[in-house]
């Protein structure tokens, strides 16, 4: 046990020292990226179209989201092929090994699910509202 303390001591105190040692670094900020031969690059065009916007936040935070979950299921689909590898013919590992596979692929088609329904209802939300047509209007001569 002593040596086990002695390693994490050690362990942490080296992660402690890595945020020590790191040098500052800032963004460079004289760069003007839209100029004049660049006006139709899409980060150009697209740039003041409202990703600061809570909407846009939350369709980037989503699409992050579901990155991560992507991976995360990517992952745990190999570990449940390995492990299903692994069984030997035993009946109650195999089984474990094919419910990692599915949970893991049912979170996957979850994720995409909630992703497609977010990103219907921010773009409902972001429609401009309809214009009343000028013969529907109810305007007494």
Do not use: W
């Amino acid at each position: 046990m002593k040596i086990f303390t002695k390693i994490l001591a050690a362990g942490i105190l080296m992660i402690g020292l890595l945020g020590v040692f790191t040098p500052a670094v800032y963004a460079a900020n004289g760069i003007n990226i839209c100029s004049e031969e660049n006006q139709n690059s899409v980060y150009c065009q697209n740039k003041d179209k409202g990703e600061g916007q809570v909407n846009g936040i939350i369709k980037t935070i989503v699409e992050v989201l579901l990155m991560a979950v992507g991976a995360i299921s990517i992952i745990m689909i190999v570990i449940g092929g390995i492990l299903f590898a692994l069984s030997s013919g035993d009946a109650q590992k195999a089984a474990k090994a094919r419910s990692t596979i599915l949970y893991a692929v049912v979170g996957l088609i979850v994720s995409v699910f909630a992703s497609a329904i977010v990103n219907f209802v921010f773009d409902g939300f972001n429609k401009p509202p309809a214009k009343p047509d000028a013969s529907s209007s109810n305007n007494k001569e």
